[in-house]
């Protein structure tokens, strides 16, 4: 049996889809804490664990990508990508204990996007997903991915990240080191939950271990100067006990 940590079907808050992720791992140790620490970091986790059900969630759920453990209990992992790219173009990380050059050779020619070696960190791979995603995005799209765009334009919203400078409609916005940060991290991802941790680790330090209030004062400063309702927000939406999600450009009303 396949098993959903999201206890909301994917959804929190009204209409925003999460980031779907199949991780394909046996090993309850692993996969369990594996899948909250995806939950917690703004992702719709499930977990398959045998080679013949990744396939069948594969196929039937369409994950946004695969964790795929090479090592599984009715087959090899290696198998799994090489019938997932027969029909499809999800991006996918393998999870391995075997490191050697020629493993990682052989999984990246059978269509793998990355390659992690257990015992990993938790952050490592999030930011691999990460990358992955932003990459696989440029391809479909042939775009820049907005992480590397120099300005950021959301409605009547436009951030030119060079010069670090925000206006709203003609209205240049007097905005702190801080605000300015979060506010192009909010706009990279427009229409996408980031999650407080992931806020809190990348726009102030990835060690913070202390409260998390310093954000709630910057997001409510950033909806003062974009006045922002918090009860019927144009930009920043909260997504409770989560996160916080930025209109994305096709919901900007002119």
């Not at 917690?40 to 990744?54: C, L, M």
């Not at 369409?62 to 499809?88: A, F, K, N, Q």
């Not at 951030?159 to 925000?166: E, M, S």
Request: aromatic content about 4%; charged content about 30%.
């Amino acid at each position: 049996m396949s098993a959903p940590l999201s206890s909301e079907g994917g959804r929190h808050g009204a209409g925003v889809a999460l980031t779907s992720v199949l991780l394909v791992e046996d090993e309850q140790s692993i996969a369990e804490p594996f899948a909250q620490a995806l939950t917690r970091n703004g992702f719709q986790p499930t977990i398959a664990r045998t080679a013949a059900e990744a396939l069948r969630l594969g196929r039937q759920e369409h994950p946004d990508i695969v964790l795929l453990d090479l090592t599984l209990p009715d087959g090899d992992g290696r198998d799994v990508c090489r019938e997932l790219r027969r029909d499809s173009n999800v991006p996918i990380i393998m999870l391995t204990a075997r490191g050697t050059v020629t493993d990682r050779v052989v999984g990246l020619e059978l269509g793998a996007d990355d390659y992690i070696v257990k015992p990993f960190a938790t952050g490592e791979v999030i930011s691999r997903i990460r990358a992955v995603l932003r990459r696989a995005r440029v391809q479909a799209h042939g775009v820049e991915d907005a992480a590397d765009a120099a300005e950021l334009t959301v409605g009547d919203l436009r951030l030119d990240l060079p010069a670090r400078r925000a206006w709203l409609g003609g209205r240049e916005l007097d905005l702190t080191r801080k605000e300015h940060d979060l506010l192009a991290r909010l706009m990279r991802d427009a229409g996408r939950v980031i999650t407080r941790e992931t806020l809190m680790s990348e726009v102030w330090d990835e060690n913070w271990f202390g409260s998390t209030k310093t954000l709630d004062v910057h997001i409510a400063g950033l909806r003062r100067k974009l006045d922002d309702d918090p009860g019927s927000p144009r930009y920043i939406r909260t997504v409770r006990g989560v996160g916080f999600r930025f209109t994305a450009p096709e919901e900007a009303q002119p």
